[in-house]
Every structure is written in structure tokens, then in C-alpha cells.
């Protein structure tokens, strides 16, 4: 990408200068992933490292959620999203109200959390679990019926898999994996014989139910790195097979993929600007990130 060279060597430099760290998700464009990330991962890799980085500064590359919970993990430390606007359509989908009326409704019920929502939404949560992490999150509990919001279809697939546990849930949808559909997968299995087909668990369970695998975006990587199947299709956002096709260059990624306009929306450009500006720092009313932090915590000490 030679004429980004520039931002990638300017970002590098601000890095060293002001100890920077830049956390990217999976669904991060490769010249971003491949060039200036500190740290790659899912969403539960990205909080664990925000657990433990020792630098003064993190950038997150990815939504504001995920820059929300390195804020919660790091108090003391200042954290920038590049573009406030990155958002994500389930932390859109519930407010803290709704979650106490939940409570109201459900007396005694405790509440899982995807990470994937506002701070204020965590604080009124008994755990938070990520798509990595949640089938261990709800059996840890040791209850027969659990609150798992707001992402439906990532409750009912969870669901599928601990039938022994009713899963109450809320109509939070992720705008990119929703679309998909099982003639999707049939059709992608008609022109690409012997293709693995993996799906993100927040894909509707009846695209789930034609994957060969599913599971968080690291889980995915994992598979592809460990059984190197040759032809595959990642059916979730599209940067997650363009940048393991940079890695993995024996491998074939082939469609259905969708594109997350709020990961989309950070560039390398912003992400300069963050660490030369001090731009689009997160903060927390701290009284809410106490009871918020509470709820990430005890989700990274069970998992
Ligand atoms: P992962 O935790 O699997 O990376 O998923 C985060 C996300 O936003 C998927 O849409
Ligand atoms: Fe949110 Fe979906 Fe984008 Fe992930 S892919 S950040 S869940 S809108």
C-alpha cells in the first residue's frame, strides 16, 4: 500500500513517541491489521489485552464498545476510538432501562451481557460474555434459566448447544451477519465443491445450522490456521478472509462476506490523527464503570 506509507510511518513513530498501543479487530481492513496493530484478535483477546498493556495510550481499532471496555479495564490510562461514530447495531438495540425492566420481569433471573454494548448497559449486568466465551459463561452460572441480551440469534445458538438451560433473550440483531441466509450457504456450496464453510455465531441458527463450524472471529482464524482446509468461506465480515489470505496464501477464501460500515469507518488517516490530535478519547462516568467493570471482570476471570 505505498501511498499510505506515509500514515503507516507517522503512526509507527507516534506510537514510540507518546508509548501507543493500537488493539484491531479481526474485521479491521489488512492495511490497518497488517501494518501498525500491536494486537489482533476478537473481542475477548482485545479486553485481555487491554487488561495487561502497560502503555499510556491505547487506540482501539474497532468500535466504540470495544474502546468503551479497554476505557472500563484501564481507568487510569486514556483511550481513543479514531471516529466516535463507529458504532455497532446491537450495542444500538437496548438501553439500561430496558435491561432493569428485563429484571423486573424476571425476577431473580441473572443477566449475561455481550460485550457488544454501552458501558451503561453493562452496569446493570450480573456477567458479560463474548462470542468466544459465552456457552462457558452461561454453564458457568449454574442456573436453569438465564437473560442473555441483546443479540437473539446469538442466544438461540448458544441455546442450541446447553438445551439443558432456557435462554431468555432480547431482538438485538448485528446488521452485517443478519443478512445472511441458508441459500447463501447452499449456493456457495454448489459453486466451490468441498468448501468449509465456518459462520459467526451472531448469523441467524438456520445459517449456523449449515456451517461446518461456527464460532468468534479468533476461533475462525484458529480453525484456519491449525486445519488448513483448502477452500473456505467465512461467512461473516469480509476483512476477517482478506487479511487470513495474507497469511495463509495456500488457502482459498471464497464469498458470501458483508461489510461492518462502523468498523469500515476507521482508516489509517484517523488513526494518525487520534495519536497526533489526542482525538475521540472514551471516558465513563466512573460510578457507572465501577458496576460495569464489575461485569467484565468477573467474565475474564471465569474464561
Ligand atoms: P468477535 O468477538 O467474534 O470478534 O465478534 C465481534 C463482532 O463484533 C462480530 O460482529
Ligand atoms: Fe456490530 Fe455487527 Fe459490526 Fe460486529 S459486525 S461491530 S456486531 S454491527
Given at each position: 500500500?505505498?501511498?499510505?506509507?506515509?500514515?503507516?510511518e507517522a503512526i509507527l513513530r507516534l506510537k514510540r513517541e507518546k508509548n501507543a498501543t493500537i488493539l484491531a479487530h479481526n474485521y479491521q481492513a489488512p492495511e490497518i491489521f497488517h501494518t501498525v496493530a500491536d494486537i489482533v484478535g476478537d473481542s475477548l483477546a482485545l479486553a485481555r489485552e487491554a487488561a495487561a498493556t502497560d502503555a499510556d495510550i491505547i487506540v482501539m481499532a474497532g468500535v466504540h464498545?470495544?474502546?468503551e471496555t479497554s476505557k472500563l479495564l484501564n481507568p487510569d490510562k486514556r483511550v481513543f476510538i479514531p471516529d466516535s461514530r463507529a458504532g455497532c447495531s446491537l450495542a444500538e438495540s437496548i438501553t439500561a432501562a430496558d435491561v432493569r425492566e428485563l429484571r423486573r420481569r424476571h425476577p431473580g433471573v441473572p443477566v449475561i451481557?455481550?460485550?457488544?454494548?454501552?458501558a451503561a448497559v453493562k452496569a446493570e449486568?450480573?456477567?458479560?460474555?463474548?462470542?468466544?466465551?459465552?456457552l462457558k459463561i452461561v454453564r458457568s452460572l449454574g442456573v436453569d434459566r438465564v437473560i442473555m441480551l441483546p443479540d437473539e440469534f446469538l442466544a438461540r445458538n448458544i441455546a442450541a448447544q446447553a438445551p439443558e438451560i432456557e435462554v431468555i433473550t432480547w431482538a438485538g440483531h448485528c446488521e452485517v451477519h443478519e443478512?445472511?441466509?441458508p441459500d447463501d450457504i447452499r449456493a456457495v456450496r454448489e459453486s466451490y465443491p468441498g468448501v468449509t464453510v465456518m459462520t459467526h455465531p451472531e448469523c441467524p441458527p438456520e445459517v449456523v445450522a449449515e456451517a461446518d463450524f461456527s464460532g468468534s472471529t479468533a476461533m475462525m482464524a484458529d480453525f484456519v490456521a491449525y486445519k488448513r482446509p483448502q477452500r473456505v468461506a467465512l461467512v461473516t465480515e469480509c476483512s476477517m478472509g482478506d487479511n487470513l489470505a495474507q497469511q495463509f496464501r495456500d488457502v482459498e477464501f471464497v464469498k458470501?462476506?458483508?461489510?461492518?460500515?462502523?468498523?469500515?469507518?476507521?482508516?489509517?488517516?484517523?488513526?494518525?490523527?487520534?495519536?497526533?490530535?489526542?482525538?475521540?478519547?472514551v471516558?465513563?462516568?466512573p460510578l457507572l464503570a465501577d458496576r460495569a467493570r464489575a461485569a467484565v471482570e468477573r467474565m475474564l476471570a471465569v474464561a
Open positions: 500500500w505505498p501511498l499510505l506509507a506515509v500514515d503507516v464498545f470495544m474502546a451481557t455481550y460485550v457488544n454494548t454501552s449486568s450480573d456477567i458479560c460474555c463474548t462470542s468466544g466465551n459465552a443478512l445472511f441466509t458470501p462476506c458483508n461489510l461492518c460500515p462502523h468498523m469500515k469507518r476507521i482508516t489509517l488517516g484517523n488513526i494518525r490523527a487520534a495519536l497526533e490530535e489526542e482525538q475521540h478519547e471516558h465513563i462516568d
